[in-house]
């Protein structure tokens, strides 16, 4: 079974688009504007400037370069689908701002999983003294898992979905990366919002695979693998390509990472500071959750270029997979991205999803037509032209 399909049998968006609702936002147009027009794309970007020629679900119709050179990104002409989405759902669902807001529950799960992975680490390498081979399967079982935790959490905090107090998320972020021997919580939190501003402008958004990513791997299985393993330095090289300016919080953030890393080291030892090591490279790297950094952004399908996982880990890793709908709406924590989906299910059920993430690993590392260059890019006036066309037709 393929692991990406589509969810659900759905009347096509053409037809459901003649669903009455009541109009709640100027931005939404007609939908009989578009639907019944025989005018070419060319002529609708001129005669209606101000709407997005593309219909529901603002799928893309990009130039498939990548079709006939592996290297090569896909080119997308217009701005993501996020935005249009947004608006579209909002007009029919005004209810779903009820959603928007943090969620404070997020805060005890970080303390849980800091003082889980302090526990386990003092008590598999100094109480019990367990082999590096021992050491190795917990690290990627029991240690990678909570690592994975932390990173989603990170995420949260990115979008102030901890706490209303932007201090209280960057405290949070700093505690989080306690367990975490690299200080990456507060950079990460600096970087991640551009992704989302900039989704997939070339030069903007620092999610996409660097040149030589591309280039190195290209559709090669043996070299996805190894692409997959070191993911946790690619990610970490991304973000130092854009080079933004180093704040305080950052340099707090070493301060006190630098300062349990060294804690750790003399309570533990070099083995309790190798499990640490072990659970962040297993977690961002070849654990199966990790499988969320293909199953976000890769494209599976043409004309889509971001989608959600479904599969039952949401329930131990903070709906991370629930990834249409975060894009969508931003300000909705975690633990309420599910009921966006069953409120606004039309919009949703017709993408395609996942719901293995074992599977995403598999067809990604061996489908000839996958590869780090297996991501929609624009540039940045394709990007401008896109938001121009703010109205939607539904």
């Known amino acids: 079974m393929p692991s990406v399909y589509v969810t659900e049998k759905a009347p ?15 931005l939404v147009v007609d939908h009989k504007l578009l639907k019944n027009s025989v005018l070419t794309k060319e002529e609708l970007e001129k005669d209606y400037p101000d709407v997005d020629y593309r219909l529901l679900p603002f799928t893309g119709t990009w130039n498939d370069a990548n079709s006939t050179n592996k290297n090569e990104f896909f080119k997308d002409d217009i701005d993501d689908p996020h935005v249009k989405r947004k608006i579209a759902i909002l007009a029919r669902y005004p209810e779903i701002r009820n959603l928007y807001g943090p969620d404070e529950s997020t805060q005890y799960i970080t303390l849980i999983c800091v003082i889980t992975q302090l526990l386990s680490t003092y008590i598999f390498t100094k ?8 050491l190795i399967i917990l690290a990627y079982i029991v240690g990678a898992s909570i690592s994975q935790i932390i990173g989603i959490i990170f995420h949260e905090i990115s979008h102030q979905l901890l706490s209303n107090k932007p201090v209280v998320n960057k405290l949070y972020s700093i505690i989080g990366n306690i367990i975490i021997p690299l200080p990456i919580g507060i950079s990460f939190c600096k970087y991640h919002l551009d992704h989302h501003a900039y989704q997939g402008v070339e030069g903007k958004d620092p999610d996409l695979p660097l040149e030589f990513e591309k280039w190195l791997v290209s559709n090669r299985w043996y070299f996805k693998i190894v692409w997959i393993f070191i993911y ?22 070493w301060l006190c990472t630098l300062s349990t890393d060294a804690c750790i080291f003399y309570a533990c030892g070099s083995k309790g500071l190798a499990y640490l090591v072990l659970s962040m490279w297993f977690g961002f790297g070849i654990h199966p959750v990790a499988a969320h950094f293909i199953q976000e952004h890769y494209v599976f399908t043409q004309g889509q270029e971001t989608y959600s996982y479904y599969g039952w880990w949401n329930k131990l890793f903070l709906n991370i997979g629930y990834h249409n709908e975060h894009h969508d709406f931003q300000k ?3 633990s309420r991205l599910p009921a966006v989906r069953r409120i606004a299910g039309e919009f949703y059920n017709c993408l395609d999803a996942h719901y293995s993430w074992l599977g995403v690993f598999a ?17 940045r006036e394709c990007q401008r032209k896109g938001r121009k066309m703010i109205k939607v037709s539904i």
């Open 12 to 26: 096509s968006f053409k037809n459901s688009c003649t669903l009455s609702f009541k109009r709640t936002n100027s």
């Open 127 to 134: 109480l019990l003294n367990l082999p590096y081979k021992i």
């Open 232 to 253: 946790p330095l690619l990610y970490v090289l991304r973000g130092a390509v854009y080079a933004k300016k180093f704040t305080y919080w950052e340099l707090l953030n």
């Open 332 to 334: 909705i924590a975690w």
């Open 363 to 379: 067809r990604f590392i061996f489908d000839d037509g996958m590869g780090p260059s297996a991501r929609a890019v624009r540039d």
